[in-house]
């Protein structure tokens, strides 16, 4: 099956700062979604993305289907942007996850 | 107007119990799944349900069972509990693209 690695495993932020947080997968996909998974735990839809780029505000994705790698960026950051981010592809009728971003935004 | 909804949030119960988990979507999908988050946050499909039919059984224990009545409901009962099985269960939907995840159902199992 696809494998799906995420980097960094853990990022600290000041708030303010940016980043960029990484999904690389082992075969082409049709499909691929960024989770904002919050300390509640709820998994929260951030992007649809199995090619090109999307933003929502101070997020934004990119998916380079043909390199099996996408980006999800985050801007400007802020507290309650903390929590695990997974990036998950499909296959099969299944999702595969990634093992997740856990970032933590500090005041 | 939540989109998958599943109850309970939290279960707390001894092992050998028997429990169920209920899910439902209201957005009209026809594809129906159970992950399970263990302890390290990984996600891992469990079931996945097309138009009340199994498609997909990802090697789980026979103790778990899950039924779909019809096409908006996934329920999932698991018999005889083992501590093993204290997780957080997700149900999730979709038609064929874009995959929404109920709130969650911590089982922890004493």
């Known amino acids: 099956g696809i494998q799906v690695e995420q980097s960094p495993p853990d990022l600290i932020l000041q708030e303010g700062a940016n980043s960029t947080l990484r999904c690389n997968f082992s075969?082409?996909?049709?499909?691929l979604q960024w989770f904002h998974q919050n300390p509640w735990g709820q998994l929260i839809n951030l992007f649809y993305?199995?090619?090109g780029t999307k933003q929502n505000g101070r997020l934004s994705a990119t998916t380079v289907a043909t390199e099996r790698y996408s980006l999800l960026y985050i801007s400007s950051s802020q507290t309650t942007d903390s929590g695990v981010y997974f990036c998950?592809?499909?296959?099969?009728?299944?999702?595969?996850f990634g093992a997740g971003t856990i970032l933590r935004v500090k005041s | 107007d939540t989109a998958v909804s599943q109850t309970p949030k939290y279960l707390v119960t001894q092992m050998g119990n028997d429990k169920s988990i209920k899910c439902e979507q209201n957005?009209?999908?026809?594809?129906m799944y159970w992950y399970k988050q263990d302890s390290k946050k990984f996600l891992k499909i469990m079931f996945s349900?097309?138009?009340?039919?199994?498609?997909i059984n990802e090697t789980v224990p026979n103790r778990f069972s899950p039924k779909s009545p019809d096409k908006a409901h996934l329920n999932l009962h698991i018999n005889s509990l083992e501590l093993g099985d204290s997780a957080v269960y997700f149900c999730?939907?979709?038609?064929?693209?874009?995959?929404?995840f109920g709130q969650g159902t911590r089982l922890t199992v004493v």
């Open positions: 349900y097309n138009n009340k039919e199994l498609i």
């Open positions: 993305i199995p090619s």
């Open positions: 957005l009209g999908h026809d594809t």
């Open positions: 075969d082409s996909v049709n499909n």
């Open positions: 999730a939907s979709s038609l064929g693209t874009e995959a929404f």
């Open positions: 998950a592809v499909e296959d099969g009728n299944k999702l595969v």
